[in-house]
């Protein structure tokens, strides 16, 4: 049973949900794919995290037509992705690190880039907006800070890639352009599309004393990344890396990141929150104001041109029906 309340035109809407797919019938599941549908379409605002939870379920009964099985909604399946808190001006998200799995086998703390994750940042990013941060900290529980695409979520979805690769594009560019200064308290791996998400914000905080990797595999698991991609790995890394990075593959840990200035800061993990917070109250003076977030915002826009020129934009398909990664969404072992 999942409770959602969304709220529109002055109201709230509340609704139990009975999601027990190993007992639907096709008949009974579009039913309550109606049901989800009519609550998503009522909620205002695109990126309400309950109208979120409903149209991620509502993706979930259609393909699999309400039939028993893994890709059913499990009684443990995850609602809450983030948490977000304000300290002294600074907005504090959080990824949250459940045990667990989505109900199409992704594990929940790996924080892959899917459509309720999605959707829950750009919340978190709204509320934050709305609160009059001055500047936004994101960090993840666990060991991932963000482990890519759900590439599960793809395979189960095919037919939607080139529209997740679209929304996540967007996303990265919404970030990249950000009102207010931006600081990633990188808690663990994040690779592929979870690297990119880590690049593009203004600040990266890594622990030194982490085994975490960033790597971008895509010549390992048979993905062409997209210009946008491309263009946001080049503006955020030195010369030097591209080739290593883009066409190889090559791992890095926290010491030669921070060498190459990929990472700014490395503090020792039983610090890595504090130091992001404190580094981002030290860049509140630059989101400050109205005038000054505006200010901000085409500066960003005008030093990463060629990335917010591509992203999200004319996005084609990067082979994710033909990607070699295997049932878990890493790469195939030859």
């Not at 959707?119 to 941060?133: T, Y």
């Amino acid at each position: 049973q999942v409770l959602c309340s969304i709220p529109a035109e002055g109201h709230t809407y509340t609704a139990h949900l009975q999601l027990r797919c190993s007992a639907l019938c096709r008949c009974a599941g579009s039913c309550r794919l109606a049901m989800l549908h009519h609550l998503s379409q009522r909620c205002l605002g695109r990126r309400c995290q309950a109208a979120a939870l409903a149209r991620g379920c509502a993706r979930v009964l259609a393909s699999s037509g309400g039939v028993e099985g893994r890709r059913g909604l499990s009684a443990g399946a995850p609602t809450q992705l983030l948490k977000t808190e304000m300290v002294d001006g600074v907005a504090v998200v959080t990824m949250l690190g459940p045990d667990g799995q989505f109900p199409w086998g992704t594990r929940v703390f790996e924080h892959r880039i899917n459509p309720l994750l999605m959707e829950q940042v750009h919340s978190a990013l709204d509320a934050a907006e709305r609160e009059g941060a001055q500047a936004v900290v994101v960090a993840g529980e666990g060991k991932f800070f963000c482990n890519g695409m759900d590439l599960q979520y793809i395979s189960a979805n095919v037919s939607e890639s080139t529209k997740i690769q679209t929304d996540a594009e967007e996303l990265l560019s919404r970030i990249l352009t950000f009102k207010v200064p931006t600081v990633a308290a990188l808690n663990g791996h994040f690779t592929a599309a979870g690297a990119m998400l880590a690049l593009a914000f203004d600040v990266r905080i890594m622990a030194s004393d982490s085994k975490s990797l960033f790597f971008v595999p895509g010549i390992d698991i048979g993905l062409v990344y997209s210009p946008g991609m491309t263009e946001l790995m080049k503006a955020k890394m030195p010369q030097p890396l591209w080739n290593d990075v883009l066409c190889f593959g090559k791992r890095y840990q926290c010491a030669e990141l921070h060498q190459h200035g990929v990472v700014n800061a490395a503090p020792p993990s039983s610090q890595l929150v504090s130091k992001a917070i404190e580094i981002a109250a030290e860049l509140k003076a630059k989101g400050k104001d109205a005038k000054t977030r505006e200010t901000l915002h085409g500066i960003k826009r005008h030093l990463y041109r060629e990335a917010v020129a591509s992203l999200g934009r004319d996005v084609e398909d990067m082979g994710f029906a033909s990607g070699t990664w295997d049932p878990t969404g890493r790469a195939t072992k030859s």
